[in-house]
């Protein structure tokens, strides 16, 4: 009922918006998507399953997303990609790639040899709308070239012009340089980072299932910027660690995709600077090490209707490379403890393509299996692998070859290094209890700890808070654990150089 009176008192306000151009019935509404989402996964249960990952921050509708694997309800020791659509609203012709490469992978697992390769040996996951509130604004014909989502920003309890946030703004990575703090602007980033349901849906999903590769689809009314595919970054004078092996992902992604023109393969890899702040792929890019592109789609925001298969089709063969790339040409493996041959979750350095957490966040091995993968190219790589609690292994000239993959079962010994008392970190101990009972919130004494910064993470790696800039004076402190949960936290702990981790059990 809610949702409906919302609806209504939007059409009230239609004549006050611009009307701009009337959409193609080939495009997919909200409810149509939602239908088709329904028969894929009823008519091909044994490789999908639908989730739901949060609900839109102005008309609560749902966010779908679909898996598909050959044991959808499993999470399996293989490698996971993700595919977005429809962040900015008027960009319509994201949901209909998506959805056609469902249609590709599921109506063909039994017919062709590569896809079913695929679906058996990889988890992929497409959320084919992410913005249904503003895609709803523009299929409503309310305003066909709205972006935004529909945060109610003037809270005046409808949606209006002035509503809505940038979701392509609102990722933690440097926001504060990107869009504009106006919330009248096309670019609004939002109040703070992540303060979207859409932003936040994604952002779990992507810590749950830690992807390696993504593809986000876009499209501009600008023609310059169409026929693009974007990948992080150029950062000032520097480039992200990974641009040896990022860039040429991006350069065969783009001329596997035809031109809308019919004149070649003529999509370009462009990089994207960081300092645009904010957006999806160099979030994700930095804070789990995925090798995210953006591909700008044909030129114009919705390309007529009866071109939209074919360009379906055309930016699937793109998909389709970003597939083959997965299984050849990189460094895979596990962590085990050599005692235990328990999986661990340990930091993996390319030694070779490596950067401080400032600029890319330490890239871990999987919780779950101490699996780890890294794309890289044709060449000899330093391997380093980092725990606190363990001995670090360096492995020298590991080689990478053209179509190959490079097996690594990866062994560290215990070290004392950290006791059920506390923390040693550069000389200094840090009190923290190993379990804690029947409190909301992590209390410890900081002895000689005060200059640095504790950060706490859950069990499956998701980012909780952060404690830094200690006052000189305190002896002790407290964090809130956020959500308040019973489980597994880890508290990693830096300064200057060192950094260390404590794992505490939270009972509630």
């Not at 209909?96 to 992978?105: D, K, M, V």
């Amino acid at each position: 009922m809610k949702f409906l009176t919302k609806l209504i008192l939007i059409l009230l306000i239609v004549g006050s918006i611009n009307f701009i151009f009337p959409i193609d019935p080939r495009y997919h509404t909200y409810e149509e998507m939602c239908e088709e989402l329904n028969t894929i996964v009823t008519s091909y249960s044994n490789i999908t399953r639908m989730e739901t990952i949060g609900y839109s921050t102005g008309f609560n509708l749902p966010i779908l997303a679909v898996k598909i694997s050959d044991n959808p309800n499993l999470h399996e020791d293989e490698p996971r990609v993700l595919f977005t659509g429809i962040h900015h609203a008027c960009e319509l012709i994201g949901v209909e790639i998506c959805l056609a490469l469902l249609w590709e992978l599921v109506t063909k697992y039994e017919l062709d040899s590569f896809v079913n390769y695929v679906v058996n040996n990889t988890e992929t996951w497409v959320v084919p709308m992410v913005n249904p509130d503003g895609h709803h604004i523009v299929m409503s014909g309310i305003d066909t070239l709205w972006r935004k989502n529909c945060r109610d920003n003037n809270n005046n309890g409808v949606w209006d012009p002035e509503d809505g946030v940038d979701l392509n703004r609102n990722y933690d990575f440097l926001w504060h340089l990107g869009g504009s703090s106006n919330p009248l602007d096309r670019e609004y980033r939002g109040p703070y980072p992540f303060s979207e349901n859409e932003t936040r849906a994604i952002r779990n999903l992507a810590y749950r299932e830690r992807f390696i590769a993504n593809i986000c689809f876009h499209s501009h009314r600008d023609w310059s910027y169409g026929e693009a595919v974007y990948y992080p970054w150029r950062w000032g004078n520097s480039w992200c660690p990974d641009h040896n092996h990022i860039r040429p992902i991006a350069e065969s992604i783009a001329v596997n995709i035809p031109s809308e023109l019919g004149s070649g393969y003529t999509y370009s890899p462009i990089y994207g600077r960081a300092t645009e702040g904010g957006l999806t792929r160099n979030w994700l890019y930095y804070a789990i090490g995925c090798f995210s592109y953006t591909i700008e789609v044909s030129r114009g925001y919705f390309p007529a209707g009866n071109i939209v298969d074919t360009l379906c089709k055309r930016n699937l063969q793109g998909v389709f490379y970003l597939y083959r790339r997965l299984f050849s040409n990189k460094i895979t493996g596990h962590v085990y403890d050599s005692i235990t041959l328990q999986p661990l979750q340990a930091e993996v350095r390319i030694l070779e393509a490596y950067a401080p957490p400032e600029t890319t966040w330490y890239r871990v091995s999987d919780s779950v299996y101490g699996r780890f993968y890294r794309l890289l190219s044709p060449g000899n790589y330093t391997l380093q692998v980092i725990k606190p609690g363990y001995n670090t292994k360096t492995i020298y000239n590991v080689p990478v070859t053209l179509g190959n993959t490079t097996q690594l079962e990866i062994l560290l010994s215990p070290n004392p290094g950290i006791d059920d008392e506390g923390v040693i970190l550069n000389k200094k101990r840090l009190k923290i209890p190993t379990i804690i009972k029947k409190s909301k919130r992590i209390e410890a004494n900081l002895g000689e700890f005060k200059k640095g910064k504790i950060d706490v993470f859950s069990s499956t790696g998701q980012y909780i808070a952060t404690l830094s800039n200690f006052n000189s004076s305190t002896e002790n402190f407290s964090l809130v654990l956020e959500p308040n949960k019973s489980g597994i936290y880890f508290l990693r702990l830096q300064e200057n150089n060192q950094v260390q981790v404590k794992k505490i059990i939270f009972i509630k």
